[in-house]
């Protein structure tokens, strides 16, 4: 116990940023409470469809803009890492003003591929949501590189906080809907991203400048462009067979399912925060044989953690869902049942692809999330026709097996080529 004030002080920023995280994830999981209840499952299935379109934009901000920024920017000479900083705000508000401009022409062409009526309507709020969003994420990421994790948090309390209260008081006014709580998020977040652009105001670069960064990020980043779009339809395109085939309420009774789960996500964060760094350690310490002892020692702990949390999940299913969504919604309790066996099979997932980072050999990753993105693509209108509801976890199942299979076959053999045999816990 001597050890936790020690980190407390020696670690201020670590503490804000997962207490950010905490703000986060708390706010997201409340607001899918709320809005099942008051949108009901074929408005929040609705919410969670045009949810898409900023998760997706999301994915190759953090591609292209942000993940080159936090890798490239650090490195430079103080002087000139201010002047790279400027520069990629203004690659971030192009990125931002392009993502806007899809969203917009995909909504006013929805005739052409039979996009939901409802969905078509939002043509002029989700555009505009979709760039509050990014905005807002960018500003926050610059600050957490700049080692401002308190104005990080404050940003996000303004933009989660606001967007949970104004979508509140919508609701107690009767005036919820989709376009509204989209709408609501849309202003907080846009406020937020407003406060961070006061702090920083930077000044225009030149086209010149602005297109040298542009081709910058795009050497260092297009695989990894590549890399989020499979990783989008690979873990998201199941669900868009389901509102394709069986309505947006299919969608509604996943996601709330889906958002009782992603509890755990607060675990894997602190994996992610803690695994990576330890093992890189024990292996260039202690070679491979150090590599493997640390793998199946940490493996074996978070296992049991995410078991039992899993475990407790699926026992009491119909007594959760009674409880936070209400009554009429028992019936799904067997979706989250369904997800909590499919989070078991995500979680080995997060140590393979540790293991191969560790060993700097990350082609399988990329691999794997192609042959998920195909097999999802061709297979999910089946999947979801067949079996319905139950038919995209079985389909998330085998993908994700797939995955499994692909990291350990080719861990395996990596090992092999660097000389190690590898072993279970109790063979050493």
């Known amino acids: 116990m001597r050890k936790f004030p020690g980190m407390f002080r ?65 490195g430079m000479q103080p002087q000139q890492r201010q002047a790279y900083y400027h520069r990629c705000f203004f690659l971030q508000l192009t ?56 104005r990080a948090l404050l940003l996000d309390a303004l933009a989660y906080t606001g967007s949970l209260l104004g979508i509140f008081l919508l609701g107690w006014r009767g005036s919820l809907g989709v376009s509204t709580a989209l709408l609501a998020v849309g202003v907080c977040f846009g406020l937020a991203a407003l406060l961070g652009l006061r702090a920083l105001a930077p000044p225009w670069p030149g086209w010149k400048a602005l297109w040298g960064v542009i081709r910058r990020h795009w050497v260092f980043a297009r695989w990894l462009g590549g890399t989020a779009v499979l990783q989008f339809f690979s873990s998201n395109y199941f669900l868009i067979a389901a509102a394709a085939v069986l309505g947006p309420a299919a969608v509604g009774a996943l996601r709330i399912a889906q958002n009782l789960v992603g509890v755990t996500h607060v675990l894997f964060l602190a994996m992610e925060n803690l ?25 074996l702990k978070a296992f049991l953690l995410v078991a039992v949390l899993l475990g407790g999940m699926g026992l009491l299913a119909p007594w959760l869902i009674r409880l936070l969504y209400g009554p009429a919604y028992e019936g799904y309790s067997y979706l989250l049942v369904a997800y909590c066996l499919l989070y078991l099979l995500v979680f080995p997932g997060y140590l393979l692809r540790y293991m191969l980072r560790t060993l700097e050999y990350t082609q399988p990753i990329l691999g ?61």
Not at 106 to 121: A, E, I, K, N, P
Not at 286 to 291: H, I, K, P, R, V
């Open 10 to 74: 020696t670690h201020p920023a670590t503490l804000l940023t997962l207490a950010d995280q905490a703000l986060v994830s708390g706010s997201n999981f409340v607001l899918g409470i709320w809005l099942t209840r008051q949108l009901g499952l074929e408005g929040y299935g609705l919410f969670a469809l045009a949810w898409m379109g900023v998760i997706l934009s999301s994915s190759l901000q953090q591609a292209l803009v942000i993940a080159p920024m936090m890798s490239l920017g650090p």
């Open 95 to 150: 990125f931002c003003l392009l993502a806007g401009s899809v969203a917009l022409a995909m909504l006013c062409l929805g005739d052409l591929w039979q996009l939901d009526m409802r969905l078509q309507s939002l043509r002029l709020v989700l555009p505009f949501t979709i760039m509050a969003f990014l905005m807002q994420e960018y500003m926050r990421r610059l600050y957490l590189i700049r080692a401002a994790a308190l």
């Open 275 to 299: 695994i990576p760094v330890k093992a890189a350690t024990a292996y260039h310490r202690d070679g491979l044989q150090g590599l493997q002892a640390y793998m199946w020692a940490v493996s």
């Open 368 to 428: 794997a999330y192609v042959l998920s993105a195909i097999f999802s693509l061709l297979a999910a209108t089946f999947f979801v026709e067949q079996w319905e509801l139950l038919g995209v976890i079985y389909g998330l199942c085998t993908a994700q097996g797939m995955m499994l299979m692909c990291y350990g076959l080719f861990l395996w053999q990596k090992m092999r080529r660097l000389g190690a045999s590898p072993s279970l816990p109790f063979e050493r």
